[in-house]
């Protein structure tokens, strides 16, 4: 059986966390061939469905010396008409586990049409792995 992990995406706005609904959700593989993984859209609550996404062994988390990541990196992009277009880079995805990423957007107040208003985050890797391998 492959091993696999889920996420899900809480989608917000302003410090009081206004849910942000109909927001779209796009998920990736941040590595070559850069594998879609789904297109998800957010509901009256800013929460996307859970993503299941095949993942690698829970065992490369555990073992030092591993020359193979524990997780599966992920790039996702969240974009609403109505906010500034999200991007994060890096978002780790493991076994069996759920993970859930709060992703706030700001209002877009873009005044030019030739400016781009994308935030980028790229993410750190967690701790548990010192390799530079995929």
């Known amino acids: 059986m492959t091993p696999s992990g889920t996420i899900q995406f809480r989608v917000f706005t302003s410090a009081a966390n206004i849910p942000v609904s109909g927001a779209t959700v796009i998920v990736r593989n941040q590595d070559p061939p850069y594998a879609l993984y789904g297109v998800l859209v957010t509901d009256e609550s800013g929460q996307t469905p859970v993503l299941t996404i ?25 974009e609403h008409p109505a906010y500034e277009e999200v991007t994060f880079d ?45």
């Open 90 to 134: 890096g978002v780790q995805l493991f076994p069996q586990v759920l993970s859930v990423q709060a992703v706030q957007l700001l209002p877009n107040q873009k005044t030019d049409p030739e400016e781009d208003d994308l935030q980028e985050y790229e993410l750190s890797p967690q701790p548990v792995w010192e390799g530079n391998a995929t």
């Open 54 to 78: 095949p993942a690698r062994e829970a065992s490369l988390g555990q073992t030092s010396g591993s020359e193979i990541r524990p997780w599966v990196g992920l790039k996702v992009y969240i």
